[in-house]
Each structure stands twice: as structure tokens, then as C-alpha cells.
């Protein structure tokens, strides 16, 4: 590549298929567009990636399916949106194509682009989750995706030791929102004051809250005799009126809100907080808030579940700190009795109270908070590639 090709505005096609990834596609987009002006996009996205400036192929919700009912019933749908997106890629070859998570999607476009178009550079952004369950993934990947961008900072280790492909570590995109996360001088006072406010977050998911709902709300009765408490239970609208039927059995009754700017006032005040196991366990480490994570799924995916998972943990912020900091409890060992004992300890200036402060408390190193923010991180691998080639690749012909 000449040094005009290497200067001009890279043509970038991006596909994202959830929320999530349109969120992680938007900033990375705009990033893009700051450091390389007049980029131009193609591909696939949501309402996020339209607002940075993509014209989408096709609605983003036609990837969507969760559950296995679902999978099945929009199938002859996500199979041709696949053949649509490989084809337009291939169509007009892009300087880089960029994968933004939704691997069961992503994945194919990244092996079929590969197989009749082996000089087009492939990013992945986010790995798959290969240090818990179906690592074999991490190997899987090398022949067709070029650079890996990784959320957290052990992931790039993990497919090293996997066979995966060339990883780098961008940062999570929480990282950008730690100022909304972490309180303000008052704010941290509250989090001193008595009576402690406790955060509720029974999932974002139906089943989720279902599931594991009346186990939260016995165990913060018993709790509630012991310590008196304030309580916040965020969640999201849609999910407002499963709430209201689940607590309106508890006999210790939270404070319900729906907006994020609500939610997050509650976690810069919050003292402790009782969690069902996911993401949010690591948006609780970060703003610094001690908590018990636990989680349940039916009996069918848990048989299925103990043949095929890895390691002692699936909490994020133990996967960061590397060691079990926060307390779990997983189907049968998420009981009352587990839920109550863990949560009282956190309420008192207890070891267990101080392990997880001191773990949460190292977080800004491990992440590398003091550097460029992570769409900032991805957008310079991606224009690195977009600019220089794939590593090994062939010239185009003629």
C-alpha cells in the first residue's frame, strides 16, 4: 500500500446484531470519524450505529432471537440476512470489516467473507465468553479474524493459551460511564449513613426475575431482622410490572425505578447490594459497591450447564481480580440461608466487606483507566488494519 492509499479515508463496513454491540458500534464509529475524517460506513446496525451516521442494510432486529424457540422460528430470516450481508461485502470489498459481538451471526460472515476474499482484514469486537464455556472457539477463530478486541483485560492471555487469534485488550465500555457510576463527596457520605442502602437487581431478564425473585425477597425479610435497610430496586420499564407482581409477595418492600438517571443516583449512594449474576456484577465492582451475586436457570440447561462449563466462577469482577472476592450462589447452593449470611456481612465492616473494597479498589490499574478510552483503543486497531492490510494477505490482483 502507497502512502496516498495509507492516508485516505478508510471505507469501514461494521455489523452489529444487539443492542449491546449497536451501543459498542455508535462509539466506535465516532471514533473512527475523529481520527480519520471522511470514513464512510456500510453495514448492519441499530438506532446507536444510524445516529453515528450508518444507513443500515437491514433492520438490526431481524439477528435477534433468544431462546431457542425463537432461533428456530427466525431462521429462514437470519439465514438470508447472512448470504445479504456476505454479499454485500464482497460486493464493494471494504478497506476492514469490522464484527461487533452476536458471534453465532458474526462469525459465519467472518468465515464465508475469508473463504472467497482472504485480503479483506477481519475485526472482531468482543470475545466471545471462551474462558467459561466452548473454548474451542478461541482456536476456531484464528483462521479468519485478524485482530480480536477484548473487553477485559484477561482475555488477551485466555486465547493466547487457546490458540486464539491476536488479541488486544481495548476496555470495557463502562469504563467510559465511571463518573456516572461513582459518587460525588454527599454521595459517598450516604454510602457511610445509616440505614445502608441496599441495591435489588433480580435480572434484566423475565425468567431471570421469575427464577430467582421469592429467594431475594425471603432473604432480605430475614436480613430486614437484623439490620434496618433502605432498599432500591432498579429496573427497566418493560419489565416494571413483573417487578410489582414479584415484591408485592415480600413482606420488606424496595423502591422501584426505571430511569437510568434514577438507577444511577442508587448505585453512587448504595452500600451493598444483592445481584443476580451478569453484567451488572461488574458495573457494581466498578462504582465500588460490595454485593452477593447468585443466579438459577432451569434444570435442563444446568445438567447441561456442569458438563460444559469452566473454571470456579462466573462472576466477572472475580474473572478481573482473579480470585472469588464475590460471593455466589449457583441453583441449589442459592438458598435463603446462603443469600441472608453473605448479605449480613457485607452490611457490617466485616473481612469479607474489606476483601471485596480492596479488590474493587485495584480495578483502575488493571483496567488502565488512565489511558485513551476503549472505542478510542478499537477505533486505532481497526484504522491500523484498514490502512496497512491484513498481516500476510496477498496484494489485491492487477
Not at 48 to 54: D, K, V
Not at 85 to 105: G, I, K, Q, S, Y
Not at 177 to 183: A, D, F, Q, Y
Request: some cysteine; hydrophobic content about 45%.
Amino acid at each position: 500500500m502507497n502512502a496516498r492509499e495509507a492516508s485516505r479515508a478508510p471505507n469501514v463496513f461494521i455489523v452489529a446484531g444487539e443492542e449491546s454491540g449497536d451501543q459498542l458500534g455508535g462509539a466506535l464509529m465516532e471514533a473512527l470519524a475523529a481520527r480519520a475524517p471522511g470514513a464512510s460506513f456500510r453495514g448492519v446496525g441499530g438506532r446507536r450505529m444510524a445516529a453515528s451516521g450508518l444507513e443500515s442494510l437491514y433492520p438490526m432486529d431481524d439477528l435477534t432471537a433468544i431462546g431457542i424457540a425463537a432461533v428456530v422460528g427466525k431462521l429462514p430470516t437470519i439465514l438470508r440476512r447472512l448470504k445479504e450481508t456476505v454479499e454485500a461485502v464482497l460486493a464493494d470489498p471494504p478497506d476492514v470489516l469490522v464484527l461487533v459481538d452476536a458471534p453465532d451471526f458474526t462469525h459465519r460472515v467472518a468465515a464465508r467473507v475469508r473463504a472467497r476474499n482472504p485480503n479483506i482484514p477481519i475485526v472482531k469486537y468482543v470475545s466471545p465468553t471462551v474462558w467459561i464455556w466452548r473454548s474451542g472457539r478461541a482456536a476456531a477463530m484464528r483462521p479468519y479474524v485478524d485482530a480480536l478486541l477484548a473487553l477485559l483485560p484477561f482475555e488477551p492471555e485466555v486465547h493466547r493459551r487457546l490458540g486464539g487469534p491476536p488479541t488486544v485488550y481495548v476496555g470495557h465500555p463502562l469504563l467510559q460511564r465511571l463518573g456516572e457510576l461513582r459518587p460525588s463527596p454527599a454521595e459517598a457520605e450516604r454510602r457511610r449513613a445509616k440505614p445502608p442502602l441496599v441495591l435489588v437487581l433480580p435480572g434484566s431478564r423475565r425468567r431471570e426475575i421469575s427464577r430467582i425473585g421469592a429467594d431475594f425477597g425471603a432473604a432480605l425479610a430475614e436480613v430486614g431482622r437484623v439490620h434496618e435497610m433502605e432498599l432500591v430496586l432498579p429496573t427497566l420499564p418493560r419489565l416494571e410490572g413483573l417487578v410489582r407482581e414479584t415484591i408485592a409477595h415480600w413482606s420488606l418492600k424496595p423502591r422501584i425505578v426505571t430511569g437510568e438517571a434514577e438507577k444511577l443516583a442508587a448505585f453512587r449512594s448504595a452500600h451493598a447490594a444483592l445481584a443476580a449474576s451478569g453484567t451488572v456484577t461488574l458495573e457494581l465492582a466498578l462504582a465500588g459497591i460490595p454485593h452477593v451475586a447468585a443466579y438459577r436457570i432451569g434444570w435442563l440447561e444446568a445438567q447441561i450447564g456442569r458438563r460444559v462449563l469452566k473454571g470456579t466462577t462466573v462472576i466477572l469482577a472475580n474473572l478481573v481480580a482473579g480470585e472469588n472476592v464475590v460471593p455466589e450462589f449457583l441453583q441449589e447452593y442459592c438458598t435463603v440461608p446462603a443469600l441472608t449470611g453473605a448479605l449480613c456481612d457485607l452490611l457490617e465492616d466485616s473481612p469479607a466487606r474489606q476483601r471485596q473494597e480492596a479488590a474493587f479498589a485495584s480495578f483502575d490499574d488493571i483496567f488502565g483507566i488512565a489511558g485513551p478510552s476503549p472505542s478510542a483503543r478499537a477505533a486505532e486497531v481497526v484504522l491500523r488494519l484498514a490502512r496497512e492490510g491484513r498481516p500476510g494477505a496477498l496484494p489485491p490482483p492487477g
